[in-house]
Nanobody, 125 residues
Framework: VQLQASGGGLVQAGGSLRLSCAASGRTFSNYVMGWFRRAPGKEREFVAAVRWSGGGTFYSDSVKGRFTISREYAKKTVYLQMNSLKPEDTAVYYC???????????????????WGQGTQVTVSS
């Protein structure tokens, strides 16, 4: 499984960005696709995830209501639409993939074996 993340950039507080994660290498029917982030000096943090089949979504409390995760079958791509961005959203964002995750483990970065390269998101105040 190969993952290619893109879409980061610099935006003012209150603005929006959309991150993309293009997947390749196999079928993803039982996979969970997730987004994590790491801010300077902080641990990697779960942001959102979506089940490739069924489309069930999961969000951290810090982004719920502001971020939306979605997937597009034909392009094997997962998106993270980020609205109402805050300076504390500044981080390197990573997409990840893993098969067979149960709901209680979806937010754990140590359960994912496949990672894309990070994309920097900077929100200025």
């Amino acid at each position: 499984v190969q993952l290619q993340a893109s879409g980061g950039g610099l935006v003012q507080a209150g603005g929006s960005l959309r991150l993309s994660c293009a997947a390749s290498g196999r079928t993803f029917s039982n996979y969970v696709m997730g987004w994590f982030r790491r801010a300077p000096g902080k641990e990697r943090e779960f942001v959102a995830a979506v089940r490739w089949s069924g489309g069930g979504t999961f969000y951290s409390d810090s982004v719920k209501g502001r971020f939306t995760i979605s997937r597009e079958y034909a392009k094997k791509t997962v998106y993270l639409q980020m609205n109402s961005l805050k300076p504390e959203d500044t981080a390197v964002y990573y997409c990840a993939a893993q098969s067979g995750l149960i709901a209680s483990t979806i937010s754990r970065h140590d359960k994912y074996n496949y990672w894309g390269q990070g994309t920097q998101v900077t929100v200025s105040s």
